[in-house]
Every structure is written in structure tokens, then in C-alpha cells.
């Protein structure tokens, strides 16, 4: 209160209603009511939307942490799976390495809790080609300890390579990850969701490596989270739940809960009232979808396969994810939406819902915090500003001018003293000593203060990164710089022509020597086309084989005429498909050498090879003829020097079978001679003329047989002449006639009469004499009549087939059999034994028997007979 002064004593006799002090406490107190209502409607309504702001901000950034931690456990598990898929490869074949690297990469300390399970998944056959199912999976049994489960190898069923953690992974290149959707483990009965990365091997996809993460373990990990009093639901890439608020409900923790793994939709329809969050979630994903399908790297025809077995609201959000992933579009961390819901159902009142997305593994993270703490603090504020500020205007109205000073200006003077100073342990002193509008200033500037510094950290966290980067990068281009030099030098240094085309067949790549063969400069050439460098028919030449390396993907040679300064010389051209990650061909790659001289080579070589060959032919001829000369030889000769091996044996048998042969004709012949001696000798000198003529026809008839023998005996010394085959045989049914009366059996000779043979008598005489006797002691008895005996002889090519076929008594089946085995092994001394090893000895021939008892028996022969 001011004073008036000595001079103006009425300063004390004014009227209270006219006073300053009362005037300016009735402003003073109009303004505090003013103040308090403006204050109040101010908080009520600015101050609400700036606190739901905050609460906005205070979400998102409770949100952003929640993902991080998150995200640092999938990034954790996507790097021990990537780690799995190379020890898989490494050790494809090598299955003890494998049961000993992966349950101890699975078993590493911190990721106890998580990994549920986990292991290698090949392709039919890519480890062991005789195992279509040969997985290596360990999953937790109930000591918490790794068990190799092996029942995924079942022959029934379809198999782990139809699971849809498997399939789409075939469309994942190498180091990414796919989170497959949450599900229920059949073999082991736990709620999970696996990660799995491709294992590829010389750009072919030979299987997965994958690491289930339980949902349990995630629902530990979300219990611990300080939400105060909200909650959230967190969702996978397929909008199944991977956690709710509900399952902290249940009464059994250790029981999973009924709606893990369902689909968040299916959720909605047990609780309506999240109904508004299902519909932001489906705006989302069509979002997704669309800028999916606006830039997609794999075709619908693609995905044939792997889509037509899921259910059809599953395919385009697969097929998005594959397409996004092969694209490598993974947004970041973010707040993809936030809104308010009236009336939450487990709250109980408004909240606050915000849609967190995951980066790679696409998942949802829906953060659901209450609005009010917000008012209440709204309206805790407004009753302590109102209180403090009514008090403050009724002292004020004694004490205003007194501590105004103190009460603003000086806290103000203050605050910008310290800021000035930098001194923001004062300043944070004041903004928890004061709890008006100058603390809330003090506590903004302190917020913000540490918000820059946070900022300014993270720049320089930022800023250090990239410097290592840059650092990493200029040593890489000093590293690409070298190389480069270097393959450049090998390129150039080499005499082998050398060429890189594009997909367009424009050359992007070519040697020094290129350029010299052609005769042209490398600037002509880079960028050019066959057409443009060589004559049309080389050209078409050079196409058709890129045709082929494009259709085949694999390297081939071709022989090539190239036009040189020097004409058209013919080179060995190896081509080659050059392809990236993904195994398409980006480029043709070819390498040539000159082998024009090999051809000349070829050609001389090819020339004395002709000359030699006709040298040898003529060779040939002469040795044919001196085996002719050696043959006939041999054949008038009996030399011990000839193949004494071959005459032993030949002469064996000739030593047991001509002094039997001699013997029985010459029995026969005495027989006869006996014969007609007995008759001269009884017969008196005066013989009647009939008893004259009788014994003259027996004369006649043993000179005949006599005769008969004569041309069938002839010496083994004298030169072989043709033989007449027919008159042969006839001459020897002459000299047997005797004996073939005496069975009564008629002979019949089925022959050409043409037939002749340049082979000795002697051997013709000793086989069908043998065959004969044979017959004529085995066949026939004396008693039975009508017998016959039917002899075939013909010439087939270079063999004579000699059968003779009686219908005698026949041969019983097992006897049959012991003889054609005597026959056959030559473990007999029988009469067709002995014959069958001379026919074999002598001519290279073979001796057969068949017969049927009581109907017939034939022998069959075989002889060699050279012309």
C-alpha cells in the first residue's frame, strides 16, 4: 500500500469504497474469478487435449521400448536360426557334427526361457539320398532339457516339407527370416511361432534351419513389462494372438490359453467390444496388401504351389509378405495408429489404443492405456490452481505490492539467470520446490533440456556409426579397387580371349586379346552386338549357342570359326550363365582359345592313322593268308609240332575210337569171309550149279562191300578231297547192310545230292559209323520189326548238322538227363561221351540228345567245316 505523503492528509480520511486498496481488491478478486473459471475451462478443455497428447506421446514411447525389448529377442533368435543354416550347410553330410553343434546352440545362456525347441529340416534326399525325411529337431522335454524328436521322420502323413513354417521359406533368400504364423506343435503340444531361414548350397535350396519360441515364455516376458494400468495384445503377421491380457486371468498358468493362436478376429467375436480395433487392424492390412501388389517380385503362377493348400484368406497376405520381404520392405519401428475407445471392457472405462509395428517379422503390438489418470490429474490441477490462486488473490489484496516482486519476478529472474548460466541442477531444484506455473516452466525447460540432450547423444551415437561405416566403406573401395586391378591385369595378361554380354547381348566386358582378334577398339566393341561385330553366319552361330547356355544354365563348349586379320580361325569357346542370389541369369560370361593348331594336329595324325590302318589291313591280309597256308598244314600233316595240347587230346580219342572202328568192320568182315569158307570148305568139287551160283553171289557181294569199304577207307596222310556226301553215306549203308538185316531196319537219307565237303573220309566214316553202331545196339532188339532209321544231313553257314532219328525203345527221362550231363562235362567213356569230346577236339563241333521213350531217340551233331 503506497503512502500519500505529509502534505495530503485526506489520505487517510478516504472513503474505504474509494480506496485503491479496496478498488484494486475488487478488480483483484474479479480477476481471480475470471482467472479460476478461464483456468478452469482452459483445463477442461486446451488442457485436455494437450494432456491427451501427452498421453499419446507417454504411449508411444512406452510402446517403442515395449517393441525394442521385443525386438531384441526375435533379433536374437533370427541370428542363432542364420547361424543354424550355416553350420547346416557346413555339415550337410556330417550328421554326428550336427547332433553336437545345435542343441548347444539352442541351449545358450539367456534364450533358456524362450527356445522351445528348434533344428535342421533338409530337403528329400539333399543330406542322404536315401532319406526322404531326415530332420534333426530337439524340443525342451519336461527336465527343461533338449530331446531329439524324431517324429517328424513318419513315413505317413505328408511330411514336414508341406508345414507352412517350411513351404514359404523356399522363396527366401539367404540370411532372411521367416516368422511363420503361431500354432500348435502336434509332437510336442506347445504354443508356438518359429522362426525359419533358408539353407542354400550352389544356388540350390537344400532345406531350413528353424527355432520355435513358445508363447509362454513371451507371455513371462510381457508380465513383466510396467504398464501400470494398462495392458496390450500382441498380434502375429497373420493376426493370430501371441498374447492378451485374458490369459493372466486364467487360473492355471502353467495351461496355455484357449485363444493363443487363433485369430484375432475370432478373439472379436468373444468380446465385441474390440470390435473398432479389429476394423483399424484390417485398414492396415489392406494397406499392406495394396502396396504389396503395386511392386510385386514374384508372379501369382509362382506361388502356385504353396497357395493352393492354405485357406484363401490366407494367400494374399503370404504372398504379400514374400514379396515384401524379397523387395527387403520392412518398415521401422513405429506408432502406425492411435485412437480412443469409449469404453474399454476390462477397464472399464475410456482408453487410449495404439498399433505398434514390428520391423521383419511383421508382428502387431496393440497398446491399450487409460485416459484417466490423464483426468484425473486434469482435475487434481485445476483444484489446487483454483485453491492456490483464490488464496493467493485474498493475501494479495494486503500483501500484492509487497511480494510481487518476490512471488514473479524474482523466480523469473532466477530461472533465466540459471538458464543463462547452464545451471539445470538449480533449475530442477526449483521445478520440485514449486508446484504453480513457474515450476511447471521450470519442469518444461528441464524436460526439454534433457530431451535435447538425449537427442544430441543419439547424434553423436549416429554420427560415430557412420564415421565406422565410412571408414568400413573406404576400406572395401580400396579392397574392390585392388581386386578390380588385379582381375584387370589377369583379363589383359591373358592369351585367351575373354567376353561378358548382358541379357540384351550387348558386350560389357572384353579382354585385351579380344580387341586384337577382332582388330578392333575397345570402345567399338563395348556395347555392340554379335551382328555388329561379325558376319551374319557367325552371328547366328554365336546366338544359337547363347540359346542354349540360357535354356540349360549350366557351362558348355562349342568349336567356333572367329574372322581374324588372319582369315577364320576355329576356337574352343566355353560359355558360361552368370546369375545373382536368386539364381536368375543376369549375363553370359565366355572364354576362347585358339585350337587351330590342335586341328592341324588332329588332321596329320588322322592321316597317318588312315596310312597305318591301310598298312595293317594289308598286314591283316597277308597274316589271313599265312594262317590259310598254316591251316592246310596242319591239316596234311600229323607234326608233333602242331599245337601239341590239341593233338594230345585228338590223338587220345583217335587212339580210342579208330582201333574200335578198325576192329568192329573188320569183325564184320571176317564174320563174312568165315562165311564164305565154311561153305567151300563143305561143299564137294562137284558142286551143283545152283550151290555155283550161290556162292558166286556171295563173292560178288563181299568184293561190293569190299569196294564200298575201300572209298569209305581212305589214309589220314593222303590230301583231303571234296567228298560227296550222299555217296558216302550210301557206301557205308552198303557195308552195314548186314547188320541193318539183321535188326530189319530200313534206312531213309534226307540229303542234297549236291552236298560235298572238304573233309577227310576217315572222320566222316568214324562219325556215322559210331552214330550207326549206336543206334543199332541201343534203339532196336532183335524181335521187333518195322524199325527205322532216318538220317539227315545239310549244311547250315560254316556247320554240318547231322541227325539221325529212329523209333526205337527211347530213353527214360532221368537217364536221359545223366547222359546229355556226361555229354556236356566229358565224365564218361561212353560211346556218345568219346564222340561228343572228338567232335569238340576235332572240329569244334558238339554232339546233343533228346528222345522220348517208347517213340523215338535222336541224336543231333554239330561240325565246323571251313570251306
Known sequence: MGNNGPNDPRSFNTHWLNSLPFKFSIIQFCIVVLIIASSTWLILSIEKKHHQETQVSLSQNLG??????????????????????????????????????????????????????????????????????NSYFWARNEQNKFELVYGYDNTHGSGYHSALWYKPTRFYPVGTTYWSDAYIDPHTNETMITASVPMWLEHQFI?????DLALSSLKSFFNKLALHQGYLFALDSNNNLLAHPYDSEEQDSSKPSPYLSLPFETFTQDHPAYASILAEIEKIDAQFLKHARSSSTYDKTQFDTLLNTLDVSKRDR?????????RGISPNSERITSFVLDQDPLLNEPVLVSVFHMPRTYWKIILVTPLSEVGNKEHAIAAKIGMLLLLTQLIALVVLFMFQH????????KMVEYLQEGNIAKLELTANQRKDEIGKLAKAFTRRNQQLEIAYASLDASNLALEQQLAMQKHAQIQLNKHKNQLNDLLNSSQNLICIKNTEGCYTLVNDKFCEVLGLERDKVIGAKDRDLFP???AEIIASHDKIIANTETPQSFEQPIPTNQGEITYLITKYPIQDNEGNIVALGAMAFDISHIKTINQELTNQIEQVNQHLVHREVQVQQLKMTLRQVELSSISIEKHQQQLQHIGVQNHKLMPQLITDILREQLKEHELLFTKLSLDSPLQRGDELLELKHLVTEQTDKLRHLLYLVVPQSEAIKSVHINQFVEHLLAVLAPQ????????????SEKLTLQVSPWSLLLLFYKLLQNTLSHGFTMDTKQNEITISVHKDGQQLVVCIRDNGLGIEPSHLEEINKQIKEHTSTGTLAELALWLKIEFEGELSLSSKQAKYTEVRCLLTIAD
Not at 535342421?120 to 525325411?133: C, Q
Not at 532345406?207 to 527355432?211: A, H, K, P, R
Request: glycine share 6%; charged share 15%.
Open 536 to 538: 551374319a553366319h557367325i
Open 740 to 751: 541193318l538185316d539183321a535188326y530189319k531196319v530200313k534206312v531213309s537219307l534226307e540229303c
Open 318 to 326: 503370404l504372398s504379400a509378405l514374400i514379396n515384401a520381404n524379397a
Open 64 to 133: 517403442l521400448t515395449i517393441v525394442a525389448q521385443l525386438q531384441q529377442i526375435t533379433s536374437k533368435i533370427e541370428a542363432l536360426a542364420a547361424s543354424m543354416a550355416s553350420i547346416g550347410v557346413t555339415y550337410a553330410h556330417s550328421p554326428s557334427q550336427l547332433q553336437e553343434i545345435i542343441p548347444a546352440l539352442l541351449n545358450t545362456d539367456g534364450q533358456k526361457s524362450l527356445i522351445a525347441g528348434g533344428g535342421i529340416w533338409p530337403e528329400p534326399g539333399a543330406f542322404d539320398s536315401s532319406k526322404l525325411r
Open 406 to 413: 518476490r512471488l514473479f519476478i524474482q523466480p523469473i529472474s
Open 207 to 211: 532345406g531350413i534351419s528353424t527355432v
